[in-house]
């Protein structure tokens, strides 16, 4: 981890670090929301930090009233010198939005559109935020600490060719079976 | 008479869905190619059919009780997972395993890495068509299966490490037993050599085939061999040593140019570099306890759970609540098969992570596949795709 990039980063932006520490030996520092990509471009360009590890976000939803609810949180490493270092932004529950960085790292998509899934955060001017591990149907946001870890998604309609074969009643079917199984002209 | 047929020929891009089960590719993923004649003018890849929220079982789960989960992750190397998974819960906890078991993780670690190179190649080169290949592999991998079940009981789900040491120490005669396996590995591996690496058949589909830039993969976030194979010679174990990787010798195999015939080469070499480093790790094995003295973390001993009330009141401790890491956040990694697995986790002082993420090395492959597949043949899918490793459980989560 890199003490001196934090202190770099403070130097430039002093009024956007709103805090920095160093805990286990990952140094962190956590930025203003708004200027999460200018930061993170000084990250990239300047200080060289060229392998993206990994974006992720972690919902604090019991945390004490007033503090932003969701935090993104982005791990980066300098492949020149070997240097790491962990950068937070905290994102409100009301505008769970953040600049989308995809044109600084070229694997931060992929890790955006599994965040967008996940927590419901939306990537400004992301080029691409479809589902990546979730189907499409999917209803809401599972890494969310209020969606309920035995939640039901509902039966995604059929289509109506699909609703022909099932609509025969169970005792009808060949074999007893049950409905899906079409019978031999 | 001549007839002018160029006019009836359909010039359109065909839409092809390959997957998500395809008989070619191991691992459930769809592709959605869109090919000019046979060519491969884009490729959308589209992963999440083995997806079954690791994360959010983990928020429900107690510390010690996430190890298990961490086996389904990468299933051919499950206790590399397990390695780095503790060793993020022990920074966090600021405790160190004893040298006894910073060794032993690191020569398990070894025989998970031999599987999961000779699992990827010995799959890649029978999707080529060498079946009779894939059961070389298969041999020699089955000698490590062997020995992972003597230590833990299990052939692949094996959850032995523990946050602060591991469940046992090895067996007797493993030693042994090891030097024998090693001994027959490297006469298979000769063989397969001789199989493959300068096999006209082979080379021609894996030569200049799959390309990516040193740039681009850094970009991309890719590790492990895939990232070796392009000449960057980043490997975990040797930027930040970990276990025991400090005290013994191995070095880290490269590429040049970056293509599947490359990332064949390094895992070949790689495999050899892990039975030198587990033969040293034998060699220098330490005595002692494989578990650190701290009550706070390990169950203690038998006899002073059943004579003392300290002995009863940790061991009740430990079983009705298990660890209880401080506040704060770290990120652990470690070198696993396809590149850095990595565990950041978040803990508010409980029992139960706030959140433990875990960091997917061939998620960020996957992600570049759509890249590096544009402008090739279908044909390359099978290859490149094999030279991937795309391990669904890791992948999808």
């Given amino acids: 981890m ?157 289509l109506a060719s699909e609703e022909r074969r099932f609509s025969r009643p169970a005792d009808e079917t060949p074999h007893g079976h049950g409905p899906g199984f079409q019978d031999k002209p | 008479m001549t007839v002018d047929s160029s006019k009836d020929l359909h010039t359109d891009y065909l839409e092809v869905m390959m997957g998500p089960s395809h008989p070619a590719m191991h691992g459930i993923t769809q592709i959605k190619l ?100 894939f059961l070389y592999f298969v041999k020699a991998r089955e000698l490590y299966y062997d020995l992972m079940e003597s230590v833990t009981g299990a052939r692949v789900t094996y959850a032995w490490t523990r946050v602060g040491g591991m469940r046992w120490d090895i067996p007797e005669g493993f030693e042994a037993q090891s030097y024998a396996a090693i001994k027959e590995t490297r006469r298979i591996l000769k063989e397969i050599d001789g199989l493959f690496t300068k096999n006209r058949l082979f080379l021609d589909r894996v030569v200049d085939v799959g390309v990516i830039s040193r740039e681009d993969a850094i970009s991309y976030g890719i590790t492990g061999p895939f990232l070796r194979s392009t000449g960057v010679a980043y490997d975990v174990r040797k930027a930040d040593p970990y276990a025991a990787y400090s005290e013994v010798e191995f070095e880290i195999p490269v590429g040049e140019n970056g293509d599947c015939y490359d990332r064949y080469k390094v895992r070949m070499a790689e495999m050899e570099q892990s039975m030198r480093i587990i033969e040293q790790a034998l060699a220098k094995l330490p005595k002692g306890p494989v578990n650190v003295e701290d009550p706070r973390f390990i169950f203690p001993p038998k006899q002073a759970v059943y004579t003392t009330i300290e002995g009863m009141i940790n061991h009740f401790r430990l079983v009705y609540d298990d660890v209880h890491p401080p506040k704060g956040e770290a990120y652990g990694y470690a070198e696993g098969g396809n590149g850095e697995i990595g565990f950041y986790v978040v803990s508010d002082g409980g029992n139960k992570p706030v959140k433990c993420r875990v960091r997917p090395p061939c998620f960020t492959i996957v992600a570049a596949l759509g890249k590096i597949l544009e402008g090739h043949m279908v044909a390359d899918i099978v290859p490149i795709y094999g030279s991937v490793n795309m391990i669904g459980g890791e992948m999808d989560r």
């Fill in chain 1, 2 to 158: 890199s003490i001196e990039a934090v202190e770099k980063i403070k130097a430039r932006f002093p009024e956007a670090v709103e805090e920095a520490h160093r805990q286990a030996g990952d140094d962190t520092v956590r930025v203003q929301r708004d200027s999460w990509f200018t930061v993170l471009q000084f990250v990239r360009r300047v200080l060289g930090f060229d392998l993206f590890v990994d974006l992720t976000a972690v919902d604090y939803l019991a945390r004490e009233e007033g503090l932003p609810r969701f935090e993104v949180v982005v791990h980066l490493r300098n492949m020149t010198t070997g240097k790491r270092i962990r950068v937070k932004s905290r994102v409100p529950e009301s505008d769970p939005s953040i600049q989308s960085v995809c044109p600084l790292w070229k694997g931060a998509n992929w890790f955006e559109r599994e965040c967008h899934e996940m927590y419901g955060i939306l990537f400004k001017d992301s080029p691409d935020l479809r589902h990546l591990l979730l189907y499409e149907e999917f209803e809401g946001h599972p890494l969310r600490k209020d969606y309920p870890i035995d939640q039901r998604q509902p039966r995604i309609p059929l």
């Fill in chain 2, 34 to 133: 869109f090919l000019d004649g046979e060519t491969i003018i884009s490729a959308d890849v589209e992963p999440g059919y083995l997806h079954r929220g690791f994360e959010k079982e983990c928020e429900d789960h107690r510390w010690n009780q996430i190890v298990p989960y961490t086996d389904r992750l990468n299933y051919v190397s499950p206790l590399i997972n397990n390695v780095a998974y503790v060793m993020a819960v022990e920074k966090l906890c600021g405790i160190k395993p004893t040298p006894r078991c910073e060794y032993l993780r690191t020569i398990l670690s070894e025989m998970n890495r031999l599987t999961d190179h000779l699992t990827c190649v010995g799959a890649a080169v029978m999707e080529l068509g060498a079946f009779s290949g």
